[in-house]
């Protein structure tokens, strides 16, 4: 929720109030489609009020990034798409200064090949990796690694329903300024129909290739019966390969055939 609590055309002063922040990214990205001097917005609680200063803040982003600053947080998170994990506004934020203009056409027109092509090498960068604009060789580099799948980038057939979500989000904010919008129906941009209304297409391909399942093993102790074990985090059954199948039957497995 936002409002306008004071407009003074005297000094040419408006100043919105909302803690959302979502209404601040929008509020910087259109400030120069208001047509005001100074635009504030109050934000914080009763007892411990801020004003931040809009134009001061449009002022101080990278140079040519307004345009991208929309997608940029439709991407890397929030209240209708999902965040890549481990990776936060602020450390997304060093990566956005230098490679903004590969978000340029998320957002607008038609979802092309050639923005999703742009956007995952966006991603790349986001995960550090340099060597590859593909976020399934991404996952190759991150895996030789590490060997945990929590600091892998997503694979491509998840991300490209994650930008269709992205894309729309970012065609709504960018259109803010019109009553009534174009935009595609959200169930052929990253969304389906359920019981409880639109829900999120995650993937429609498995995250593991066939040929690799077999090389998962947990080396867990108990039961497996939580996702502390590396099979049952992984969506993957226990095998033999596992040292819980290798206890004693006072503690049996809890994560297989």
Not at 44 to 57: E, F, S
Not at 59 to 84: E, I, K, M, Q, V
Not at 173 to 184: G, I, S, T
Not at 202 to 223: T, Y
């Amino acid at each position: 929720m936002l409002h306008a609590v004071h407009a003074s055309s005297q000094f040419n002063t408006v100043v919105v109030s909302s803690r959302d922040t979502d209404v601040l990214v929008l509020l910087v990205s259109h400030f120069t489609r208001v047509q005001c001097e100074h635009l504030w917005m109050l934000s914080g609680t009763t007892n411990k009020r801020r004003y931040i200063p809009i134009d001061a803040v449009f002022n101080n982003l990278p140079r040519d990034s307004a345009t991208t600053l929309l997608p940029f947080h439709a991407l890397t998170g929030c209240d209708t798409t999902s965040y890549f994990a481990n990776h936060t506004k602020m450390s997304s934020w060093k990566v956005f200064k230098e490679h903004h203009q590969l978000l340029i056409n998320l957002g607008i027109g038609e979802l092309t090949e050639e923005t999703i092509r742009s956007s995952e090498k966006f991603v790349c960068r986001l995960y550090d990796v340099h060597k590859t604009d593909s976020v399934d060789a991404a996952r190759h580099i991150l895996f030789a690694k590490s060997g945990k799948p929590e600091t892998m980038s997503p694979t491509s057939d998840a991300l490209r329903f994650h930008l269709m979500r992205v894309h729309y989000q970012a065609m709504v904010w960018r259109n803010a300024h019109c009553a009534k919008p174009e935009l595609p129906a959200p169930v052929d941009m990253g969304w389906e129909h359920s019981n409880s209304g639109l829900k999120p297409i995650l993937m429609s391909l498995s995250p593991i290739p066939e040929s690799c399942l077999e090389m998962i093993s947990c080396g867990c102790q108990k039961q497996c019966s939580t996702r502390r074990c590396k099979c049952r985090k992984s969506g993957l059954r226990c095998t033999a390969m596992c040292a819980c199948r290798q206890q004693n039957d006072e503690t049996p497995c809890m994560n297989m055939d």
